[in-house]
């Protein structure tokens, strides 16, 4: 079974940067679609960002042009890249094993989780 642990997290000041990663353990890391979610206090998960096995990407609205997601397969590793954060970025972070639909561009998760790491941007 694959698990998942994410790293990265901390406490920033609005404007800042942060990187998240993710290590996946197994053999089949190359052949599997990942993603970032989050869930803030109060509120529903939600996807951030997805990465196909072959790379295709998708962001929420609320992250484009300052997020950017990406994976080295040698590492078994996904990462996202966050740039001028947003206190309403504030949340656990997960990461995700699911199935990205480059038709769509769309991702759907399976229930593979990590434990998240947190992320508070102050203001």
């Known amino acids: 079974q694959v698990q998942l642990v994410e790293s990265g997290g901390g406490l920033v000041q609005a404007g800042g940067s942060l990187r998240l990663s993710c290590a996946a353990s197994g053999s089949i890391f190359s052949s599997i679609d990942m993603g970032w979610y989050r869930q803030a206090p109060g509120k529903q998960r939600e996807l951030v960002a997805a990465?196909?096995?072959?790379?295709?990407?998708m962001y929420a609205d609320s992250v484009k042009g300052r997020f950017s997601i990406s994976r080295d397969n040698a590492k078994n590793t996904v990462y996202l890249e966050m740039n001028s954060l947003k206190p309403e970025d504030t949340a656990v972070y997960y990461c995700n094993i699911g199935r990205y639909d480059t038709a769509i561009r769309g991702y759907s998760p399976h229930d593979y989780w990590g434990e998240g790491t947190q992320v508070t941007v102050s203001s």
């Open positions: 990465i196909s096995s072959g790379g295709s990407t």
